[in-house]
């Protein structure tokens, strides 16, 4: 089955405990972006990459790094976070070589103390 | 202004009637995505158009590249479609922009 999986769905941590979330996709695909959701906000582009080792910043990346050393995985790293992160975080990949339909992962809620 | 707005923000209807949600945008798009977000949480696609018009079952996706503008209609509408229509434009260089959403909810 075609999926986007992210991990943890549910964290509550403490400000300046460093933090990952995962990112997998088993779809080959090249396209994977970040986002995240806010009320009244909406969703917002953190970073995105084309390929290994090719990323990118989106419109909110401060406070945020990525990494993609392989095609599937395209983790979130929060190295410092702080209470304004907390958000529902979504993963996304894209078929650019076929449909171009977005495949997104079932979204992770943080909350930072 | 936000570069993509989606009208109206909230729509409340009775199950049978057909819907339509709008998005318009101001920025040079190659494609717009209809999105379809449940409660708790999880995120959908429904349709990617770079032209014309698209159907899926009860859902038709248009856009009108020079106007700038598309809809999202729903024909013989169900409780089951209650849920958030989300419009996103990709403005290329892998850019994509999200309007506010659209909370849909039908009666029974």
């Known amino acids: 089955e075609a999926q986007v999986t992210q991990n943890p769905r549910y964290l509550i941590t403490v400000t300046g405990k460093k933090l990952t979330v995962t990112c997998s996709q088993n779809m080959n695909h090249e396209y994977m972006s970040w986002y995240r959701q806010d009320p009244g906000l909406g969703l917002r582009q953190i970073y995105y990459s084309m390929n290994v080792e090719v990323t990118d910043k989106g419109d909110v990346p401060e406070g945020y790094k990525v990494s993609r050393k392989e095609k599937r995985n395209f983790p979130l790293i929060l190295e410092s976070p702080s209470p304004n992160q907390t958000s529902l975080y979504f993963c996304?990949?894209?078929?650019?070589?076929?449909?171009?339909?977005?495949?997104f992962g079932e979204g992770s809620r943080l909350t930072v103390l | 202004k936000n570069e993509v707005e989606q009208s109206p923000q909230n729509l409340t209807a009775q199950e049978g009637e057909f819907i339509t949600i709008n998005c318009s945008y101001s920025?040079?798009?190659?494609?717009l995505h209809w999105l379809q977000q449940h409660p708790g949480g999880g995120i959908v696609s429904l349709f990617m158009?770079?032209?014309g018009k698209k159907k899926h079952g009860r859902l038709i996706a248009t856009i009108n590249i020079q106007e700038k503008h598309s809809s999202l209609h729903i024909t013989a509408s169900h409780p089951r479609d209650s849920a958030v229509y989300i419009c996103?434009?990709?403005?290329?260089?892998?850019?994509?922009?999200f309007g506010q959403g659209t909370r849909l909810t039908i009666n029974p």
């Open positions: 158009l770079s032209s």
């Open positions: 996304a990949s894209i078929n650019r070589a076929g449909t171009g339909e977005l495949f």
């Open positions: 920025v040079g798009i190659s494609a």
């Open positions: 996103a434009v990709d403005r290329g260089a892998q850019k994509l922009v």
